[in-house]
């Protein structure tokens, strides 16, 4: 549903000619580019190669770089230049000349921050042909280092693990404490945390780092699922959330379809059936935890061995006090505890510390749905057992001071495991959780098992824990992998040109076709491990490289140049766009971290959820990554361009082209608050009759240039028309409701939309 359109602020009768370039009619053309088939029979050649031959399964080895000689021998600046030249020299193609440095600049901004140059202290960019050689290097370097960089390499990361606040489905119930993770990952990006150990913390972080609260806060990844929260199916709840995160680690870090094994052998990719449950086996043991407990291996034996005691101490009182309320809960809730079967209400009325992780799981579905009324609870039982059991409340009330206290205790969206061990994991007949097959146990796909792994390999640091899913992340991040970078340095170039290597980030299967560069893609890959996993380094290689900083493809005269022969036009993404105009109207609030925001919406929305919007104006200019993520409402500016669902990975987000996205940036009131901050940012610097000064201004302002000498005059053009048609009485109004006109113009333009 979009907002109710309002009136426009722009008359037809003032989109006269010199405005047709800039108005957002190309908008709904889109930027002409590349196009893929997208059907996968179209892809798959009759010699489709066998499990052992195909290229994303073969081991990582460095390729040679090409020697480039003759006329192009001078673009090379990198050896990404010298593979793609290697291919484009064949059909008489070189590189297209190097764009305007300041288009290098908002591109590299618009990369690595997700903003505009202009609100960044930065090299300024020199004119054409000026630059000296180190500028563009210290340019990188210095968006790098920009505490915004982590903001924009996170939006893209919580993209792929479908990162959101609420649990989705029909309750759509908040999670208080997700934004946590939301946090870890923008800093991890800024601290350029190696990717190795990234993918570690995530999988494992409270196995492999229990002393670290960033490290447990990052396992939140484990429960990005959504969620019905209010399942009557408890045991279908808890199959659906584990094949969820098997499949998204396989989506994530592996780039396989693992999900497609669910039910049977994969259809293309040479993965079994078995090879799904296996994988899920690394998962059996999670609990789901909203407290837990840091310290170091040793701190936190300490306090299990002390707890344990304690709870050994006060059995027979618990016991006692657990009976007579369990008795009061079956009476008061029989009705609730009816849709339920019997394993599961066993899970709930078994005290927590003696759970298993299988009862562990059902109790986390369950007991949101059973809550503890005292009132009824306490007109269930009897006279005595209501007297005996407030005595044994006070008893173990004083007990309870004696009771061992963590080294730290930090909240936190979270998994960890229980001493009782993991689940039992079976193939499941046809993916029906009631129709279990053959156990088994953790392990890679089979097409993997060269690098085999078992929990055995890798001790776990946590008291209690299995080390299951320390092996895995270990076996994830193994130098030798075949698949964990090739898919990540696909990630980071598809986010510089639009489009990775392979098309499909998340599927290095049968069903994507094969890299356009095999041999490019498998350098980066190794470059990427050899430089210890650094994420900045592999933007410093690409940015630095001939390829990223060439002129678009308006500036070529070949109707169809080959890729790489040009710079690939590219729409900001929607918190971009956002965040561009705040940036603009000078209201963006830079503050990192923290609760989410909600803005206001617009009329019409929200009316059938909860949207407390957020009191003070600066938290409603954050960024737009900050905005609360809302699985049933997601916020409607970003989802109009393109944010993607937040049920499912998405590798890549789609670039539509359509109607409600012109008519939401004419006529969103949003929108056009913010070309008001954009005119009282010009009036603080110009007089009124100074038409020129702010003609100027609105063009340095909105999109970080001064206008040419015919936008100069197309713009006094228009403010003159624009004032005349103004109804307000006095002549400054009129001047300010014109600039207003041709700010809203601007902030609609392809230059302000597009990165070139």
């Known amino acids: 549903m979009l907002p109710e359109a309002s009136s426009p602020r722009i008359s037809n009768a003032a989109a006269g000619s010199w405005l047709l370039g800039l108005l957002l009619m190309p908008l709904l053309v889109g930027p002409t580019g590349r196009t893929t088939a997208s059907d996968p029979e179209s892809r798959r050649s009759a010699d489709t190669p066998t499990r052992e031959t195909w290229w994303a399964f073969q081991p990582l080895v460095r390729p040679a770089v090409p020697v480039i000689t003759g ?27 190097h764009a305007h440095p300041r288009t290098r600049l908002r591109r590299a901004a618009s990369d690595l921050l997700g903003l505009p140059p202009t609100a960044l202290t930065l090299p300024p960019a020199p004119p054409a042909g000026d630059e000296t050689p180190d500028w563009w290097p210290r340019s990188i370097d210095a968006l790098l280092a920009s505490p915004h960089y982590g903001e924009a390499q996170g939006r893209d990361w919580l993209d792929l693990v479908r990162y959101a606040e609420t649990d989705g489905f029909k309750a759509d119930a908040i999670r208080p404490q997700a934004y946590r993770y939301r946090d870890y990952v923008i800093r991890a990006f800024n601290q350029d945390r190696a990717y190795s150990r990234f993918v570690q913390e995530q999988i494992a972080g409270d196995e492999l780092f229990p002393e670290e ?180 409340k006070k008893q173990l009330a004083e007990l309870t001071a004696q009771k061992p206290a963590p080294p730290v205790q930090f909240n936190a969206m979270a998994t960890l ?68 970078a090739r898919v990540m340095v696909n990630r980071i170039w598809q986010g510089h040109f639009g489009q990775g290597l392979i098309d499909n980030a998340n599927d290095l299967g049968r069903q994507t076709a094969a890299p356009r560069h095999r041999r490019l893609l498998d350098w980066l890959a190794v470059e990427f491990v050899e430089s210890g996993w650094s994420i900045k380094h592999m933007h410093r290689r690409i940015m630095t490289s001939r390829v990223y900083q060439q002129a678009g493809r308006h500036t070529l005269t070949s109707d169809a140049p080959p890729p790489y022969s040009y710079f690939p036009r590219r729409r900001l993404s929607a918190e971009r766009i956002r965040d561009a105009m705040l940036v603009a109207a000078d209201q963006l609030d830079t503050r990192l971290y923290g609760p989410p925001v909600r803005p206001n919406l617009p009329p019409g929305f929200g009316t059938r959820y909860t949207w407390k919007t957020s009191k003070s104006t600066a938290d409603r200019s954050r960024r737009s990554i900050y905005i609360h993520a809302k699985r049933n409402l997601p916020y409607p500016l970003l989802r109009v361009f393109d ?98 006109d041709l700010c809203h113009v601007l902030i609609n333009t392809n230059e302000f939309l597009y990165i070139d």
């Not at 006329?71 to 059909?91: K, W, Y």
């Not at 954009?678 to 206008?707: C, F, M």
């Open 417 to 484: 495991e229980v001493a009782s061990g993991p689940a039992s994991t079976f193939v499941l007949g046809g993916g029906n959780y009631e129709v279990p097959l053959e156990e088994v146990a953790p392990g890679p796909p089979e097409v993997l098992q060269q690098t085999r792994v078992t929990p055995a390999d890798v001790p776990t640091r946590r008291p209690g824990s299995s080390g299951r899913r320390a092996a895995l992340a270990r076996w994830l991040t193994a130098d030798d992998h075949p698949l964990t």
């Open 643 to 740: 944010q993607p669902d937040m049920h499912e990975s998405c590798a890549r987000r789609p670039q539509t082209t359509i109607a409600p996205q012109a008519l939401v940036l004419l006529n969103s009131e949003l929108v056009l608050d913010l070309s008001r901050g954009v005119v009282k940012r010009i009036q603080d610097a110009t007089y009124s009759k100074n038409i020129p000064a702010r003609v100027r201004h609105a063009w340095l302002t909105v999109l970080g240039r001064e206008p040419q000498k015919d936008e100069l005059a197309g713009g006094i053009q228009f403010l003159a028309e624009q004032s005349t048609r103004s109804e307000a009485k006095d002549e400054v109004t009129r001047a300010n409701d014109a600039l207003l």
């Open 71 to 97: 006329p192009t021998a001078n673009q090379v600046a990198s050896p990404i230049d010298a593979f793609l030249l290697e291919t484009l020299r064949p059909v008489g193609q070189g590189f297209a000349r």
């Open 213 to 392: 609260t960033e490290a447990i806060v990052a396992t939140g990844f484990n429960r990005m699922w959504p969620d019905e929260s209010n399942a009557s199916n408890v045991l279908l709840a808890r199959q659906d959330a584990l094949n969820d995160l098997t499949a998204n680690v396989g989506n994530v870090f592996l780039g396989l379809s693992m999900g497609c094994a669910q039910c049977h052998d994969h259809k293309f990719d040479p993965i079994l059936q078995s090879d799904f449950y296996r994988l899920q086996a690394y998962f059996a043991g999670i609990v789901l935890a909203n407290t837990v407990p840091v310290g170091t291996p040793g701190e936190l034996r300490a306090y299990q061995d002390a707890l344990t005691g304690w709870l050994s101490r006060t059995r027979q009182l618990r016991d006692e006090l657990q009976a007579i309320e369990q008795a009061g809960r079956t009476r008061a809730f029989a009705i609730k505890r009816r849709k339920f079967p019997s394993v599961v209400l066993e899970a709930v009325d078994t005290p927590p510390e003696r759970r298993s992780a299988f009862q562990h799981q059902l109790a986390f579905w369950t007991e949101r749905q059973l809550p503890v009324d005292e009132k009824k609870l306490s007109a269930a039982l009897s006279a005595a057992d209501r007297k005996r059991r407030a005595v044994l």
